[in-house]
């Protein structure tokens, strides 16, 4: 960005308050901030003023919200990636009168046999909650880029609806990823999906960072606001897979009202595909689809070097083949690299195990959440620090991904708009407002990545960049020059 940019770090929307409490201290910063980004030729902070509003979560009668008509109706249908390779699709939904039928009707778009898979129900407590019936099956041995239609709720109120597989995994197969963060149930979070699901680049599975719900910000963690959430997301996700990351409001660890199980809300309602990748919780696992290789960890689940995440991931990162599947992503809740004051540092801890692994892998991208902001940064690494050589801070490095927080998805919990100043050199773009964005792969060398506030137009972009696979075309790519 260079030395012409950068004073719109210091005169950003976010320092204004200081402008009117001391205007002298004001003047002082600007000019200690322009001295110190001409020498630190740190990235861009935005200075799209966000039009004010608080979030609030949509009222219990919102239209986003409604139960579906009919006796027994299913509702909250979600679906996800079921095996390691997308020939398998969880199908799950809720039964509120009874149980009603664990059987999900399939059958492919150019083929009219049906077929059936029987799947099973259960319901959970949480303090003086009861859930309503929730269903799990996996339909199997689909094929590949297939169009296929599913039905729920057999023998009594049946409702359709459809999906796409993958296309066999390869090297050069286009594939579009949708990115959401820290979604809630506010009237932003509404406006976000119905960005993504106006978007024209057509994501065609999302990769979730984490935090669905919040519905622990209700007295007693009310999960009647995790029902809500399930038939709010439904519009997309009963149609693409979607695929999880455990965020802390997935923790719904309540001790004082003896709710001392935790994730149980999440894992009775949100399965994930984790022993097709020899993992042994559902919190970290990886997938293959079209020409990626996601790897989800958990920033809740202990990391620690002999701890099952620890293990499994040293296990698995050698197993990813790059001529097979290019691109390696991950994914997390909790961000190794962001310059926001809201949680600075807490994925500090999981970077100082993980890291170095993720440099000597090569790993393209790692997608995290939980700061509702945005930032990228760029291709740095910091993994030479030694206790006694005093070489702690982040370097460019073209064998580091590059870091994005996408937490931005709209909750109630609002945005989180207080930066470290100066921009540090690892950032690239940051900016505290609303959005989702899309990982377009085009082939084994190049990804177009875009970023997309839900304040513009559907097509706008307003953080944008081409991606270089660190495996076939390892050239510089992430600069914000
Ligand atoms: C949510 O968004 C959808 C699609 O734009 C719209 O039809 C619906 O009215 C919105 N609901 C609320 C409560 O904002
Ligand atoms: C990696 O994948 C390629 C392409 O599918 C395959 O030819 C090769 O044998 C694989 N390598 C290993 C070590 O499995
Ligand atoms: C921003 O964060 C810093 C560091 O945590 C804190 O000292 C400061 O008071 C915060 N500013 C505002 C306006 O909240
Ligand atoms: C890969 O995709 C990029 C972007 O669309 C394109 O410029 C490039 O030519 C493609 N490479 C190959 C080998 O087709
Ligand atoms: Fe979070």
């Not at 169009?147 to 709720?153: A, I, S």
């Not at 291709?379 to 927080?405: E, F, M």
Request: glycine share 6%.
């Amino acid at each position: 960005m260079g030395f012409l940019g950068s004073p719109s770090v210091a005169s950003s929307y976010y320092s204004s308050s200081r402008v009117f409490l001391y205007p002298a201290a004001f003047v002082f910063w600007v000019l200690v901030l322009m001295n110190g980004a001409a020498v630190c030729n740190g990235g861009k902070t935005s200075t799209f003023v966000r039009k004010v509003e608080k979030s609030v979560d949509m009222p219990l009668d919102s239209d986003v919200f409604r139960v579906p008509p009919g006796y027994n109706a299913p509702q909250q249908v979600h679906i996800t990636q079921g095996d390691h390779v997308g020939k398998a699709v969880i199908v799950s939904w809720v039964t509120q009168d009874e149980p009603g039928s664990d059987v999900v009707l399939y059958w492919s778009e150019n083929c009219n046999e049906k077929k059936e898979a029987k799947g099973k129900h259960r319901t959970y407590k949480f303090y003086n909650y009861m859930s309503g019936n929730i269903h799990h099956c996996t339909l199997r041995n689909l094929k590949f880029d297939t169009k296929y239609y599913y039905e729920v709720g057999i023998g009594q109120t049946v409702r359709r609806f459809w999906f796409v597989t993958p296309p066999e995994v390869g090297p050069d197969v286009p594939y579009t990823f949708g990115l959401i963060g820290d979604l809630g149930q506010t009237f932003d979070s509404n406006r976000t999906l119905t960005h993504y699901e106006h978007n024209p680049h057509k994501g065609q599975t999302v990769l979730f960072v984490g935090d669905l719900s919040y519905a622990d910000n209700y007295p007693n963690h009310d999960n009647v606001r995790w029902d809500t959430w399930g038939r709010f997301a439904e519009r997309s996700v009963a149609y693409q897979p979607w695929i999880w990351t455990a965020g802390n409001h997935e923790i719904d660890f309540a001790p004082e009202i003896g709710e001392t199980t935790p994730f149980k809300p999440f894992t009775r309602r949100y399965h994930t595909p984790y022993k097709a990748s020899g993992s042994t919780a559902p919190f970290w696992y990886s997938i293959k689809r079209a020409s990626a290789y996601i790897i989800v960890l958990s920033s809740y689940s202990a990391y620690g070097k002999y701890t099952p995440q620890y293990q499994w991931l040293e296990e698995e990162l050698p197993k990813v083949n790059r001529s097979e599947t290019p691109w390696l992503i991950v994914l997390m809740h909790s961000p190794w690299y962001n310059s926001n004051n809201y949680h600075y540092m807490e994925g500090d801890t999981m970077r100082v195990m993980f890291e170095p692994w993720f440099v000597q892998y090569k790993v393209d991208v790692v997608f995290a959440g939980h700061v509702h902001a945005y930032e990228r940064s760029e291709r740095v690494s910091n993994i030479v620090y030694n206790i006694v050589n005093g070489l702690c801070a982040p370097i460019r490095d073209q064998s580091a991904p590059v870091y994005i927080n996408i937490g931005d998805g709209g909750n109630i919990e609002g945005l989180a708009n207080n930066m470290t100043e100066p921009q540090p050199k690892y950032s690239a773009y940051r900016e505290a407002s609303f959005g989702h964005a899309i990982f377009d792969i085009k082939n084994r060398t190049h990804a177009h990545y875009s970023w997309h506030r839900n304040q513009d137009g559907y097509a706008v972009e307003a953080d944008s960049l081409w991606f270089y696979n660190r495996f076939w075309h390892p050239i510089a790519d992430s600069s914000s020059v």
